[in-house]
């Protein structure tokens, strides 16, 4: 099954730098992997000429880019043609499965909510990573798409992290739980423990604080 991915080529503080030798390594390294390289088609074209795996790269134009330090709302509303933006366009048109990007993380929240949209009854994207544990890894979210959470948007981080868990890693009941500044009930603000309230009247496998 192939993988279709738009990578934003020109974003991030590097830019072609890094992406370039980045999308020609995954390429060698996923035989089943398409991707769509959104940017400067020129520079693109110049920075990927000695490519091994071009038959599986093809090139969209893009003639803006969203700088590291630019505003989100900027972003959304006057660079409709930035990498960013049109790599994301690719996933709403159905072109790609994904989009990868290194660049604004704000604007790339705040473009991805825009143009994407969230399922129903969840309210806001999150970031999610999985890091290491002793005794495996374990999915934590979110890492810094919101500054202010309320405790339904932490119930929804939750139940998007369950289905991810329970997509990724056919875990059919992936345990959930809230961190906080200790595992004991009485621990936390008002804003943890409401969520914790929420949580357990929920269907998700819910563990308490860790």
Do not use: W
Not at 81 to 106: F, H, K, M, P, Y
């Amino acid at each position: 099954v192939t993988i279709t991915v738009a990578v934003d080529m020109m974003s991030g503080d590097r830019g072609l730098q890094v992406t370039a030798p980045a999308v020609s390594q995954a390429l060698g390294r996923m035989p089943d992997l398409f991707v769509i390289a959104v940017g400067e088609q020129a520079a693109m074209a110049s920075a990927l000429e000695e490519l091994q795996n071009a038959d599986r790269l093809c090139f969209v134009a893009a003639s803006e880019v969203v700088e590291m330090n630019e505003p989100a709302a900027m972003a959304v509303r006057a660079k409709k043609d930035s990498s960013l933006r049109v790599s994301i366009n690719q996933v709403a048109e159905g072109a790609a499965d994904a989009c990868v990007s290194s660049g604004n993380t704000g604007a790339l929240m705040a473009t991805a909510r825009f143009v994407l949209k969230t399922l129903s009854g969840i309210d806001r994207p999150a970031i999610v990573s999985a890091l290491p544990r002793a005794d495996g890894h374990v999915h934590v979210l979110d890492l810094g798409a919101n500054v202010e959470s309320s405790p339904q948007h932490l119930l929804q981080f939750g139940m998007m992290g369950s289905s991810l868990v329970r997509s990724l890693e056919g875990i059919r009941e992936p345990t959930v739980a809230l961190l906080n500044i200790g595992s004991e009930e009485i621990k936390g603000n008002n804003t943890v423990k409401a969520a914790a309230e929420l949580f357990q009247d929920s269907p998700l496998n819910f563990v308490g604080y860790v």
